[in-house]
């Protein structure tokens, strides 16, 4: 078994040799570890090894994007078919008409599909698709919710007990952010129609749209309440604003993603991850009405919307295998281990008694060392302590061959057997153990 950091000397090369040519030795702030990240070289099925030769079962799955872990057959012949004709081209291809194809008869809502490079394109276009259609600037969403790397987007991601004050309120996350930024996002508390009542009532004609994550990870992997968006949609509907939903991580949820397990039709969707089958990707989907706003045909569009990667071959050939291999078997297989995981986590939890609680749905758990009732952003903030036990659970982890997000997320895949699930339940119970003795 691994021991972190003893057991990774060549990562800890890597890093340093990475620290001359990148600033702080990384490209992407989630991968990173303190005192250096572990370094990835090969992924087969629901396992993961790194340069130093160790292995460990992913659980992050490069953060929900792989749902299949790696190696899916039916992916990998796709892509090798590919690859011979071409990876690109300035012009379309029948495999983004195909994956298209796909992707709308699993949407509930959607009409028509455009294709991006990524998650945050995709939340990014279906924001500015709402403000193309409703001619309005201002956009609401969800204290701590994640939605990618756009200004809009990333208001109040991180906000704290010093920033926060009375929602709504609307705080930077990156320095540099316009104020004028800060003045069109409205920021509101998860599951709490009251408030978002509220802002509708005093702001509602200027309101584009209303952005949420059916179960924002970032703002606590709660699930939303199901009157909560039915509440949501009126508010959002009286007011003549659109209702975005981002699906980028809640698609693997089921079958027709998040919106199918609620029963809700959002006017857009922003999608990504698991839709790529491992390479990059994202889209925005919804109603032909409002997706007329990408129309070219009749002129310049509403919007207009374009990328050099754009729904290119390999993604789409990749994605649409991926896709196919998500049957409603498989979605059950993931749901079936998911509930085992979180109901084994809050019993060891429990055995070992320690204040804290597993939340999640599907294939998704996180884990919270908080006795506070678990209703939004706030309500899961942690307390130094708290970030301290989530810091040994997950190294603790590492050195029991699990990889999870260093903030307790975890994403199952469909290689995943209960035996599997059975041994990082083991390795998550010997960890709260190891918690519970410090």
């Not at 890597?14 to 702080?24: I, Q, S, T, W």
């Not at 708290?386 to 903030?407: M, P």
């Not at 199952?412 to 410090?438: F, G, R, V, Y």
Request: with cysteine; aromatic share 8%; net charge negative.
């Amino acid at each position: 078994m691994p021991s972190y950091p003893d057991s990774c000397p060549r990562s800890r090369e890597l890093f340093e040799r990475a620290r001359k040519v990148m600033p702080g030795g990384n490209t992407r702030t989630t991968v990173y570890i303190d005192p250096f990240p572990i370094y990835a070289v090969r992924g087969e099925g629901c396992r993961v090894w790194d340069v130093d030769g160790n292995a460990y079962y992913d659980c992050i799955n490069n953060f929900t994007a792989m749902i299949h872990g790696y190696g899916q057959p039916e992916a990998v012949k796709a892509v090798g078919k590919q690859l011979p004709h071409g990876t690109a081209f300035g012009a379309p291809t029948l495999s983004e008409i195909e994956l298209a194809e796909l992707l709308i008869s699993r949407l509930p809502s959607a009409d028509h599909i455009r294709f991006a490079n990524s998650g945050t394109e995709g939340v990014m276009m279906a924001i500015k698709a709402a403000r193309a259609y409703t001619g309005r600037a201002k956009i609401v969403k969800i204290e701590g919710a994640y939605h990618g790397s756009y200004d809009f987007a990333e208001v109040s991601l991180d906000s704290n007990p010093q920033n926060w004050g009375d929602l709504p309120a609307s705080t930077a996350y990156a320095k540099g952010t316009p104020q004028g930024v800060l003045d069109d996002v409205m920021v509101v508390p998860f599951n709490d129609s009251e408030a978002l009542e509220a802002v509708f009532k005093t702001h509602g004609r200027e309101i584009a749209g209303v952005l949420i994550d059916p179960m924002p990870n970032r703002a606590g992997l709660i699930p939303a309440r199901q009157d909560y968006l039915e509440a949501l949609v009126e508010a959002a509907h009286a007011q003549g604003a659109l209702v975005i939903f981002d699906e980028v991580i809640s698609f693997r949820l089921s079958h027709s993603g998040a919106q199918g397990l609620w029963s809700i039709k959002p006017d857009l969707t922003a999608l990504g991850k698991i839709i790529g089958g491992g390479f990059p990707v994202g889209a925005v989907a919804g109603s032909a009405e409002v997706m007329k706003v990408f129309d070219p045909t009749l002129g310049k569009p509403a919007l207009p919307h374009g990328g050099t990667f754009t729904a290119n071959p390999v993604t789409m050939r990749a994605g649409l295998a991926a896709m196919e291999g998500l049957t409603p078997e498989a979605f059950a297989h993931l749901d079936k281990i998911g509930q085992h995981l979180r109901d084994g986590t809050n019993a060891a939890l429990a055995k070992h008694r320690l204040t804290g609680r597993c939340v999640g749905l599907g294939s998704m758990f996180k884990v919270h060392f908080t006795g506070n009732p678990i209703t939004d952003y706030r309500s899961v903030y942690p307390s130094a302590a708290e970030r301290r036990k989530l810091n040994t659970f997950h190294k603790g982890l590492l050195d029991r061959g699990v990889l999870s997000a260093s903030y307790g997320l975890f994403a199952l895949s469909t290689p995943m057997t209960e035996t599997d699930a059975e041994n990082i339940l083991s390795a998550i119970d010997d960890t709260l153990k190891l918690i519970a003795h410090q």
